[in-house]
């Protein structure tokens, strides 16, 4: 079983930044994609960006070049750091980790971020 501890959630003015953390009860990072999904009221859930055991990373297009993920493999924690952001951000930001060879996906606790003036 894996656990995620999602931390760095809060409130920011537009164009302000913060910075998400994903830690793993275990090492997993040598066959687990990890990233975050969001969902925002009344729509759905959203892939935001994922970056997998080889470096790999990919994004959500609205958040190309505003946000980057990465991961630090000693720690077992994957990191999204998001810049310029604005008020279309606010969401329940949602960290996973997904074993790539069974596909088996795991959830941390939703994570709120609002963006704000």
């Known amino acids: 079983q894996v656990q995620l501890v999602p931390s760095g959630g809060g409130l920011v003015q537009p164009g302000g930044s913060l910075r998400l953390s994903c830690s793993a009860s275990?090492?997993?990072?040598?066959?687990?994609?990890m990233g975050w999904y969001r969902q925002a009221p009344g729509k759905q859930r959203e892939l935001v960006a994922q970056?997998?055991?080889?470096?790999?990373?990919n994004y959500a297009v609205s958040v190309k070049g505003r946000f980057t993920i990465s991961r630090d493999n000693a720690k077992n924690t994957v990191y999204l750091q998001m810049n310029n952001l604005k008020p279309e951000d606010t969401a329940v930001y949602y960290c996973?980790?997904?074993?790539?060879?069974?596909?088996?996906?795991?959830w941390g606790q939703g994570t709120q971020v609002t963006v704000s003036s």
């Open positions: 996973f980790a997904r074993n790539s060879l069974s596909l088996a996906t795991y």
């Open positions: 275990k090492t997993i990072f040598s066959c687990y994609a």
């Open positions: 970056i997998t055991s080889g470096d790999n990373t």
